[in-house]
Every structure is written in C-alpha cells, then in structure tokens.
C-alpha cells in the first residue's frame, strides 16, 4: 500500500540499522573459531540487503509518519527483526523455523523463554547473539532509532508514543523526543557497564559477565548455562543480580532524572517507585518464611537467600533461575508469577500491566466503594500530586479487561490443544508477562522445546501482545485500522 510508503522506507533503514547488530557476534565467531562464521555472514549479507532494497525502493516517499503509521511500525519492527534474527540459529543449529523464531521472539521482548537445551555446549558467537537481542529489545529498537532517524528526514513522535509502555505516555523528559531516547540510552548503557564489570567482579568470567548484564539489564533471563544462576551457586553474584533486577524493574525516566539532576529526589517522587521495592521486599520475606516453616530448606538464612533471587528475578519478568522453584510448595512460584503482572514500574524493562495501572485500578476500585457508600462524594484519583484524567482511567480499566481476556483466552486454547491446565495458564501468564518460565512442563528446569509448532505460536502471540501492550498490536489487527 502506497500509503503506508514511508513506514516501509523507515523499516528499511531499521533492517539495516538492526542488521550491525549482527557484526558483534561475527567478529566474536571469527575471534574464537567457534564454526558459526558462515552462519553470521549469510545472516547479515541477506539482513543488509533486504533493508536496502526496502529503502530503496521507497526511498522517495518522504513525510512525517502520524499516529496510525507509528502504530504499523512498531508492530513491523517487533514481528519482521526477529525473523532476520533467527537465521543464525537456523543454519547453526538447525532447528525449525518456528523455534528459531520463538527464541528470537522470546529475546527481543525480554521474554527469557528458550527452546534450546545443552546451552553451555551452544557455540560463543550464539550465545552472545541470544543475549544481544535482550539488551536491545530491553529499551526497545524503536527507541534507538528515532534518536538517529531524524537524521534521515524521519521524525519519531509518533513511534515513541507507540512503543513506549505506561498509561503516562506523553510525559517528557526533555524537549525533543530524540533528546529523550538519546538521554535513555545514555543511561541505560551506562548502568549496563557498571552492571557487567560488578558481575566481573564477583567471580564471573568476561564472556558470562557480558551476557548476562545484556539479560539482566533487559529483564530477558536468558543464561549461557543450562542451570543458569544455578551454575554459579554464589550468594555475592545472585545479590549482584539482585541489585540490578530492581534498578532495570524501575522507571528508566526516574533513573534519567536522578542521574540528570545528580539527586535521588526523583524515586521519592516517583509513586511507582516505593510499591514496587515494598510489595518486593513483603513477598521475599513471606516466601523465605513459607518455604522455610514447610521444610524445603534448614534454616531461615538460606530460605532467605533463594526466595530472594528468584522472587525478585520472576516479579521483575526476568525469568533467572538459582534453583528449580517449581519443587516449592505451589503457592510460592504462583505468588511469584503473579507479582510479574502488575510489579515492574512503567518505563522499564519489565513486563505486565505495570505497577502505575495497577496503582490505578486499585485507586478506582476504591472509589467506587466510597461512591457505593457515599453516592454525592466528589473523590479525585491522585498519583503522586497528579489527577488522574477520566481518558487515562478509561484507557486502564479497558487495558485491565483486555489483559484478562487474552490470558484466559490464549490459556483455554493450549487446554484445547491437549496441555495440561497448570501448564497451559503458567505458560501464558509467563508469555503475557514477558517473564519466561512457567511451571509444569515448562517449569524453571525444563524449556518451551516440548511444545508443538501450534502451542509454540500461540505463545509467540503471547509473548508480541504483551511487548506491544496489547492495544499496539490489536489495534494494528482491526479491519478498521486499513480503511482509508
């Protein structure tokens, strides 16, 4: 479509922007001899040239993209770039197209969630890869590139706008958005280095420091290990973890602000920020002790130690590991995944619903007791010193619904296709949430491999509708959204 021109010409320049991502693994596997070298050439050979005859073909077609061409973008960028992704782990590995597509999939949108086992056998070059793409989905392509399209001729209001998670969106940082994204980058690649070189010092190697600072700083929990942080069995590394899963769990523009301004004002004045760390640090401490009063581990300290880590990694959508949670009694990891739908602030890595629409629709709720109680009573939904406008409620309250239905929905139709229902909804829930392991057969010590080709794309969908917040990527699947 003619109309839709300049978005293609836009995704183009992404092709090939995304395509020198690939460089990095490329050299590594001529670095270290690793046998994937011909994997990466064909990979980026076929990435550059397809974005260049993209752009070249609508190379003329030059305007502002407005809100429905911001819309089509982000929804073309997060379902066309993994496919060019996954060609490494096709002529590598040799696994199908699907579940090559569901690892690249799973990485770019912070997932975590793998079909790949003997991962510590996988060659370095792949490893690094599966780990990259977290890292630069973790901020979001969309935003790398409109701090560099305007460049081009391309403005990029209206793809932030789209991409960017939270009921709060049109709330700036600074004046120009591609200050913005730029000022995000900045940030976010800076606590990506301090990340790495305290995993270094806490007794990873450099190779596993470097992958796994791109997955925690994406919330992805993607390892280079099979037992993941159960590899290490460090309490100094697991808290290390710890520490930088609750700073990516946070809003990123605080984090801007606070570096900005050289004060840690900003997460005092953050409403999100001070739910998210209490409701963390209440669930660590009753789960340490349910686990403990049920004997899974001797003493308290050690019980301590492991809900620590893993409630913290599967709240945040990480989706790292230290021990099999799934053998502790069932309500702890459900509590757990239940956290990653509402915990992670908006304007972070994280996934689900978001504490700020949680914080709302908690508010709401409330306000329609007092109203069932005091019908005349005038009662305004604050967050922090701000009025919650009706459009914002609305929009959350139907978020709310819709996030509901596409769990229960997604859920009944793996039951249908013959999985187990505590595997089924755990595995949406954990697709939704862009959290990675569920439980039962793909519980924390097992991956999504058991799946067939129909289960694993319906979790693919789960894992796009919950990247794109749902209404970007429904909105995009509308007849009404093609009409002229």
């Given at each position: 479509?003619?109309?839709?021109a300049?978005?293609?010409?836009a995704?183009?320049?992404?092709?090939?922007?995304?395509g020198?991502?690939?460089?990095?693994?490329?050299?590594?596997?001529?670095?270290?001899?690793?046998?994937?070298?011909?994997?990466?050439?064909?990979?980026?050979?076929?990435?550059?040239?397809?974005g260049?005859?993209?752009?070249?073909?609508?190379?003329?077609?030059?305007?502002?993209?407005?809100?429905?061409?911001?819309?089509?973008?982000?929804?073309l960028?997060?379902?066309?770039?993994?496919?060019?992704?996954?060609?490494?782990?096709?002529?590598?590995?040799?696994?199908?197209?699907?579940?090559?597509?569901?690892?690249?999939?799973?990485?770019?949108?912070?997932?975590?969630?793998?079909?790949?086992?003997?991962?510590?056998?996988?060659p370095?070059?792949?490893?690094?890869?599966?780990?990259?793409?977290?890292?630069?989905?973790?901020?979001?392509?969309?935003?790398?590139?409109?701090?560099?399209?305007?460049?081009?001729?391309?403005?990029?209001?209206?793809?932030?706008?789209?991409?960017?998670?939270?009921?709060?969106?049109?709330?700036k940082?600074?004046?120009?958005?591609?200050?913005?994204?730029?000022?995000?980058?900045?940030?976010?690649?800076g606590v990506t280095?301090?990340?790495?070189?305290?995993f270094?010092?806490?007794?990873?190697?450099?190779?596993?420091?470097?992958?796994?600072?791109?997955s925690?700083?994406?919330?992805?929990?993607?390892?280079?290990?099979?037992?993941?942080f159960?590899?290490?069995?460090?309490?100094?590394?697991?808290?290390?973890?710890i520490?930088?899963?609750?700073?990516?769990?946070?809003?990123?523009?605080?984090?801007?602000?606070a570096?900005?301004?050289?004060?840690?004002r900003?997460?005092?004045?953050?409403?999100?920020?001070?739910?998210f760390?209490?409701?963390?640090?209440?669930?660590?401490?009753?789960?340490?002790?349910?686990?403990?009063?049920?004997?899974i581990?001797?003493?308290?300290?050690?019980?301590?130690?492991?809900?620590?880590?893993?409630?913290?990694?599967?709240?945040?959508?990480?989706?790292?590991?230290?021990?099999?949670?799934?053998?502790?009694?069932?309500?702890?990891?459900?509590?757990?995944?239940?956290?990653?739908?509402?915990?992670?602030?908006?304007?972070?890595?994280?996934?689900?619903?978001?504490?700020?629409?949680?914080?709302?629709?908690?508010?709401?709720?409330?306000?329609?007791?007092?109203?069932?109680?005091?019908?005349?009573?005038?009662?305004?939904?604050?967050?922090?010193?701000?009025?919650?406008?009706?459009?914002?409620?609305?929009?959350?309250?139907?978020?709310?619904?819709?996030?509901?239905?596409?769990?229960?929905?997604?859920?009944?139709?793996?039951?249908?296709?013959?999985?187990?229902?505590?595997?089924?909804?755990?595995?949406?829930?954990?697709?939704?949430?862009?959290?990675?392991?569920?439980?039962?057969?793909?519980?924390?010590?097992?991956?999504?491999?058991?799946?067939?080709?129909?289960?694993?794309?319906?979790?693919?969908f789960?894992?796009?509708?919950?990247?794109?917040?749902?209404?970007?990527?429904?909105?995009?699947?509308?007849?009404?959204f093609?009409?002229?």
């Amino acid at each position: 479509m003619t109309r839709f021109a300049p978005v293609y010409r836009a995704l183009g320049m992404i092709i090939m922007l995304f395509g020198l991502t690939m460089l990095a693994p490329l050299i590594l596997s001529y670095v270290v001899n690793d046998g994937a070298q011909t994997a990466y050439d064909e990979a980026f050979a076929l990435t550059m040239l397809s974005g260049a005859f993209l752009w070249y073909r609508y190379r003329r077609c030059k305007r502002e993209l407005n809100i429905r061409d911001g819309f089509l973008m982000v929804v073309l960028v997060w379902t066309v770039l993994p496919a060019f992704a996954a060609i490494p782990l096709m002529i590598q590995l040799g696994i199908s197209h699907t579940d090559a597509y569901f690892e690249t999939v799973s990485g770019l949108t912070t997932t975590g969630a793998t079909v790949l086992s003997n991962i510590d056998q996988l060659p370095m070059s792949i490893n690094l890869w599966r780990h990259q793409l977290v890292w630069v989905g973790g901020m979001g392509l969309i935003v790398l590139a409109i701090a560099i399209l305007p460049l081009l001729g391309i403005g990029g209001r209206q793809m932030f706008k789209a991409e960017t998670p939270g009921p709060m969106k049109d709330a700036k940082m600074t004046p120009r958005i591609a200050e913005t994204a730029k000022g995000l980058w900045l940030v976010y690649f800076g606590v990506t280095v301090a990340c790495m070189l305290t995993f270094h010092w806490a007794g990873m190697n450099w190779f596993d420091a470097v992958c796994h600072t791109f997955s925690t700083m994406g919330l992805g929990g993607f390892s280079t290990h099979d037992a993941s942080f159960g590899y290490f069995n460090s309490p100094t590394i697991e808290f290390v973890a710890i520490v930088f899963m609750l700073i990516a769990g946070m809003n990123f523009g605080t984090l801007f602000l606070a570096v900005h301004g050289r004060s840690i004002r900003p997460y005092f004045n953050d409403p999100e920020a001070g739910w998210f760390i209490g409701v963390t640090l209440l669930s660590i401490f009753c789960v340490a002790v349910y686990i403990w009063k049920d004997g899974i581990y001797p003493d308290l300290d050690t019980a301590m130690r492991h809900a620590a880590f893993n409630v913290v990694s599967i709240a945040t959508t990480t989706g790292y590991a230290s021990v099999d949670f799934a053998q502790w009694p069932i309500f702890a990891p459900l509590w757990m995944l239940f956290l990653s739908s509402f915990v992670t602030s908006a304007g972070s890595t994280g996934g689900g619903i978001k504490m700020m629409r949680a914080l709302l629709l908690y508010k709401q709720v409330f306000r329609e007791l007092l109203r069932a109680m005091h019908p005349n009573a005038v009662y305004n939904i604050r967050i922090g010193a701000q009025v919650a406008p009706q459009s914002v409620l609305f929009a959350v309250l139907s978020f709310g619904f819709m996030y509901m239905v596409s769990i229960v929905s997604l859920t009944l139709v793996l039951a249908f296709t013959g999985l187990d229902i505590i595997s089924a909804f755990t595995a949406i829930v954990a697709s939704v949430n862009n959290t990675g392991p569920g439980l039962g057969v793909v519980g924390p010590s097992t991956t999504y491999e058991v799946l067939g080709d129909f289960q694993t794309w319906v979790c693919i969908f789960g894992m796009l509708l919950g990247r794109l917040e749902i209404f970007t990527l429904l909105v995009v699947l509308t007849p009404a959204f093609w009409r002229k």
